[in-house]
C-alpha cells in the first residue's frame, strides 16, 4: 500500500484528521462533545475509513497537533463514532 502524503509514517490504525471546530454559542465540556473532520492520513491497519471520509469523533481523544501550517488531530481509528455516508 503507497503512504499517503503526510509527512509522517503512521503505525498500526492511527488516523490523522483535520477537525472542524463548531463554534456555537453555548460550549459543552469536551467529555460531552463531538467534532467532524476529514481523514488525511492513515495508518496501514486502519481498515473501515479511507482518506478523504469525513468522520466523527470524541472532542476529548486523539491528540492536537500542528503539521505544515495545518491543525490536526491525531488518533485511533477505534475512537471514531461513526463515518459519514459519502451519498
Do not use: C, H
Not at 492511527?14 to 463548531?22: G, K, Q, S
Not at 491497519?45 to 490536526?72: K, L, T
Amino acid at each position: 500500500m503507497a503512504q499517503s502524503k503526510f509527512p509522517i509514517n503512521l503505525i498500526g490504525e492511527l488516523l490523522v484528521v483535520t477537525p472542524e471546530y463548531d463554534q456555537g454559542p453555548i460550549r459543552l465540556p469536551d467529555w460531552k462533545r463531538s467534532l467532524k473532520g476529514t481523514v488525511i492520513a492513515r495508518g496501514p491497519n486502519a481498515r473501515n475509513v479511507s482518506e478523504g471520509q469525513i468522520v466523527s469523533f470524541g472532542a476529548a481523544v486523539g491528540m492536537d497537533s500542528v503539521f505544515a501550517g495545518q491543525e490536526v488531530r491525531i488518533l485511533k481509528e477505534q475512537d471514531l463514532d461513526f463515518v459519514y455516508d459519502e451519498a
